[in-house]
């Protein structure tokens, strides 16, 4: 045997990470370390809504180093006071923590706003001198994440500003990370143009592209349940289960976002990243790791095997809210909505059967369905299994009875639900279907985080499990792109009215199948 070195002992080996900020390591306090985060675009809805609550629910839960620091970039005529103004409203409008002043107090200090055009160079030199400034004065030893939170077309302007400025490259020992919200294009083509983009500044580890529903609690917990059980997953394949369905249903419609919506559609917006991510989490196999590599290299597989039906036009299915009335009130159609072009053919509601081609599910349809302006807000995944090969009971006893099922209640309600058949208390044998329920609510005293503290954590934590990659994208969008340029070659999408369950035409598309979508 041969004697290690003390030196070997006591010092760091290469690579070495400190077990409490080791991200891998699921049982610490995940703290992040010193850092800084820029937001651009930080005016933005998105930024008010999510973004700066979720920054001041992780310094309420003492999950920020100390000397954290905001930086917001944007064209407005602000002075770090305003700025910090309109982040106080923002927190105490949306975030989920209770508002402490001490919490603020500290949080605040750090805030910095730097007023600037994309494409003005002082603005971006007033941005490097202040993050200069905060490494000095909060010791944010030069680690900082560049949320872009801005459309797309802004981002070539703003990575090359952040390389031209020397802020893309890291001084040594520390890190320089870009966060990059969705759309990820609007489609292969288009994101291959984003991707070269982004490249051209910053290196695969450095990007963190953001799919929200990955924050869920409920979605990180497909792979618990699947993989931290023993009783699911020999009857997770195509010997047991009938189909899947996928439902992401919003009663909201597009509010104030037709410039966004407009042209990009119910399925660019939802089924290319957050429907074929619960796909994939749904259907992968089991990683060998939780790390980002290894998820990722299931979730690709599943990606690569997804088969899209011969004849699109039986098995996919787009619709467009019309008005309707509401609690006595008429409620606008989508061609009705401000800014919406009287003959725009955007789809607000899309449903598509996909297989997926490997030996676990060949021949199970994957049926995903999402739309705005439907009967509520739900989103679930419903695994739905095939009816027992024999049965001993009269056809009469089983009349009510319907398949089993296992339902990831992502949300609300999070939890799941398995259906199942049991007797009818009585003197007949009569079986009908019923539920056991697992809710959060009821299971945990642990309220579960928002999806966007999660993911601004992992970012200053560096831990990519959570991201989607760029290979991901591209596969999800070789899945989509056929079926957007059928649906552009035929005609106008399907009506429906709003409060419904979407057009009748996707019931259809089911019943061709002998099967039925789910009323959750
Ligand atoms: C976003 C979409 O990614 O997700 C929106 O762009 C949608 O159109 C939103 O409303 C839904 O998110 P959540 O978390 O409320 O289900």
């Given at each position: 045997m041969t004697a290690t070195p003390l030196r070997e002992l006591t010092a760091p080996a290469a690579g070495w990470r400190n077990p409490l900020r080791d991200p891998r390591d699921r049982r610490l306090p995940h703290i992040a370390g010193p850092s800084g985060l820029v937001v651009f675009g930080v005016t933005g809805d998105l930024s008010r809504k999510k973004l700066m609550p979720a920054v001041y629910d992780l310094a309420h839960r003492g999950l920020l180093p100390p000397g954290f620091s905001l930086v917001g970039f944007a064209r407005r005529d602000w002075a770090d006071q305003d700025f910090a103004q309109v982040v106080h409203d923002a927190v105490e409008e949306h975030s989920r923590t209770p508002f402490r002043e001490e919490v603020w107090q500290q949080l605040s200090e750090g805030m910095r706003f730097i007023p600037g055009d994309f494409d003005d160079d002082t603005a971006f030199t007033r941005l490097r001198d202040t993050v200069e400034d905060l490494d000095r004065a909060r010791g944010t030893s030069g680690n900082y994440a560049f949320y872009l939170s801005v459309p797309p077309r802004f981002f070539p302007k703003v990575v090359q500003q952040l390389k031209k400025h020397g802020l893309a490259d890291a001084p040594a020992g520390s890190w320089r990370r870009a966060v990059i919200e969705k759309p990820f294009g609007r489609d292969l083509a288009s994101a291959r143009e984003l991707n070269a983009i982004v490249h051209e500044v910053f290196v695969p580890d450095q990007v963190f592209r953001i799919d929200h529903y990955l924050g869920k609690e409920t979605v990180q917990n497909i792979l618990a349940l699947r993989f931290?059980?023993?009783?699911?997953e020999p009857i997770w394949n195509r010997s047991y289960v009938d189909h899947v369905q996928i439902t992401m249903a919003e009663d909201i419609g597009i509010g104030g976002r037709a410039g966004y919506y407009d042209g990009i559609g119910a399925a660019r917006d939802v089924i290319q990243n957050h429907l074929l991510q619960l796909l994939a989490l749904t259907a992968m196999e089991e990683p060998i790791a939780f790390d980002a590599e290894s998820l990722l290299t299931e979730k690709l597989k599943v990606l690569k095997s997804v088969e899209l039906p011969e004849d699109l036009g039986r098995h996919t299915v787009r619709g467009q809210y019309g008005p309707a009335w509401q609690g006595g009130a008429e409620v606008r159609g989508y061609l009705e909505e401000?800014?919406?072009?009287?003959g725009s053919t955007t789809d607000t509601y899309a449903a598509i059967k996909l297989g997926i081609d490997n030996r676990r599910w060949a021949g199970v349809p994957f049926y995903l369905r999402t739309g705005k302006r439907l009967g509520r807000r739900v989103t679930e995944i419903a695994v739905v299994f095939q009816r027992a090969?024999?049965?001993?009971?009269?056809t009469t006893a089983t009349e009510e009875l319907g398949q089993n099922a296992i339902v990831v209640r992502v949300q609300p309600d999070e939890g799941m639900t398995v259906r199942f058949g049991s007797k009818v208390p009585g003197t007949s044998m009569e079986i009908r279907d019923v539920t056991m329920d697992f809710a959060y609510g009821e299971s945990f005293t642990e309220s579960s985080p928002e999806a966007y503290e999660r993911l601004i954590l992992d970012v200053l934590l560096g831990d990519a499990n959570l991201f989607p990659r760029h290979q991901e994208v591209e596969e999800s969008w070789k899945i989509l792109d056929p079926i957007e340029g059928y649906w552009a070659a035929h005609g106008r999408p399907a009506t429906y009215a709003s409060g419904s369950w979407g057009p009748k035409e996707a019931d259809e598309m089911l019943a061709r199948d002998g099967r039925s979508w789910r009323r959750p």
């Open positions: 931290a059980n023993q009783m699911f401000d800014g919406i072009d009287a090969p024999h049965s001993p009971f009269d």
